[in-house]
Nanobody, 124 residues
Framework: QVQLVESGGGLVQPGGSLRLSCVVS??????????IGWFRQAPGKEREEVSC????????YYADSVKGRFTVSRDNTKNTVYLQMNNLKPEDTADYYC???????????????WGKGTLVTVSS
């Protein structure tokens, strides 16, 4: 059974940093066979894609709103994908989800597997 479990959320002041982790299990193939995306949903807003790391070559994508501040990476030995978030802003406040799709170059809202999310709150 495929599972994605996010962690690392919490309350942080503007300008601060957090690192989110997405631990995956139950995959039949190595982690780098899967595209892993990070998405977020703020109260009253649509879910949006924040970042994606593609299968195989690990090409990365970032939403304009987080470019230069967020970095996605993966550690195949730990079956974990990370989202390093720096210089956080109040508008980054949201539930953050990771999601997976096998053999994909890009991520989108139709990913095959989803975690349950971790809450990030940026506030002074």
């Amino acid at each position: 059974q495929v599972q994605l479990v996010e962690s690392g959320g919490g309350l942080v002041q503007p300008g601060g940093s957090l690192r989110l982790s997405c631990v995956v299990s139950g995959f039949t193939l190595d982690l780098d066979y899967y595209a892993i995306g990070w998405f977020r949903q703020a109260p009253g807003k649509e879910r949006e894609e924040v970042s994606c790391i593609s299968s195989t070559i690990g090409a990365t994508y970032y939403a304009d709103s987080v470019k230069g501040r967020f970095t996605v990476s993966r550690d195949n030995t730990k079956n974990t994908v990370y989202l390093q978030m720096n210089n956080l802003k109040p508008e980054d406040t949201a539930d953050y989800y990771c999601a997976a799709r096998p053999g994909a170059w890009r991520c989108d809202a139709g990913m095959d597997y989803w975690g349950k999310g971790t809450l990030v709150t940026v506030s002074s």
